[in-house]
């Protein structure tokens, strides 16, 4: 189960990647590797938080009000998040306080919320928030890092155009290795089972 979960949710299903979430904070916080590693902490912070506790409530929340409880539980979690952030990371913080206060609205939060969290038990829930945190993390810091080294010789990465940019031409990268890893495995799939 966790090698499942790894390997979805940190390459082939990750939800930056290839489901493409989260995009806003990602395309706008990641200018360093500083700014994209709080915004990854603080992100990760709040899902898997929300994820246990709406885990541990799923059989009591009614049908009727999932999504506000959802949005909720969410929300309390940013809070603290954010209050933690201001508190140990003030300067942190002020870079990244817009997207600090809408991590509430991430889909990439509320989709897994919605799609795991409130239908599996409380072990897979928090190992796939977890997961799903580390592919988003994965992500972020390294798009974080690509557009601070990429800076020095192009400012343009920094700029908003160049974001989209940037993060077009890694995910085409990523895309083929992604394909072309998937062929491999294909392909020796089919040779261990023409020997057996």
Same mark, same amino acid.
């Given at each position: @189960? /966790?090698?499942?979960?790894?390997?979805?949710?940190?390459?082939?299903?990750?939800?930056? #990647?290839?489901? /493409?979430?989260?995009?806003?904070? &990602? &395309?706008?916080?990641?200018?360093?590797?500083?700014?994209?590693?709080? &915004?990854?902490?603080?992100?990760?912070?709040?899902?898997?938080?929300?994820?246990?506790?709406?885990?541990?409530?799923?059989?009591?929340?009614?049908?009727?009000? *999932?999504?506000?409880?959802?949005? /909720?539980?969410?929300?309390?979690?940013?809070?603290?998040?954010? @209050?933690? @952030?201001?508190?140990? #990371?003030?300067?942190?913080?002020?870079?990244?306080?817009?997207?600090?206060?809408?991590?509430?609205?991430?889909? @990439?939060?509320?989709? *897994?919320?919605?799609?795991?969290?409130?239908?599996?038990? =409380?072990?897979?829930?928090?190992?796939?928030?977890?997961? %799903?945190?580390?592919? =988003?993390?994965?992500?972020?810091?390294?798009?974080?890092?690509? *557009?601070?080294?990429?800076? $020095?010789?192009?400012? &343009?990465?920094?700029?908003? #155009?160049?974001?989209?940019?940037?993060?077009?031409?890694? /995910? #085409?990268?990523?895309?083929?290795?992604?394909? $072309? %890893?998937?062929?491999?495995?294909?392909?020796?799939? *089919?040779?261990?089972?023409?020997?057996?």
């Amino acid at each position: @189960m /966790l090698k499942q979960l790894l390997t979805q949710n940190l390459w082939s299903q990750n939800v930056a #990647a290839v489901q /493409l979430l989260g995009l806003c904070p &990602l &395309l706008a916080v990641s200018t360093s590797i500083e700014t994209a590693s709080g &915004l990854a902490v603080a992100s990760a912070f709040v899902l898997v938080g929300s994820a246990a506790l709406i885990s541990l409530l799923r059989h009591f929340i009614p049908d009727v009000v *999932r999504l506000p409880m959802f949005v /909720l539980v969410i929300a309390t979690f940013t809070t603290i998040a954010v @209050m933690i @952030m201001e508190a140990l #990371a003030f300067s942190l913080y002020m870079q990244i306080a817009l997207f600090m206060q809408i991590i509430v609205t991430n889909c @990439m939060i509320l989709g *897994r919320i919605n799609q795991v969290a409130s239908q599996q038990k =409380f072990s897979i829930a928090v190992l796939d928030a977890v997961t %799903t945190s580390a592919g =988003f993390a994965a992500v972020l810091v390294g798009f974080g890092a690509v *557009r601070e080294l990429a800076s $020095h010789v192009l400012p &343009l990465t920094l700029d908003p #155009a160049g974001a989209f940019l940037t993060f077009g031409l890694l /995910l #085409a990268v990523f895309q083929f290795i992604n394909l $072309h %890893t998937k062929e491999t495995f294909e392909s020796e799939s *089919r040779a261990d089972a023409d020997v057996h």
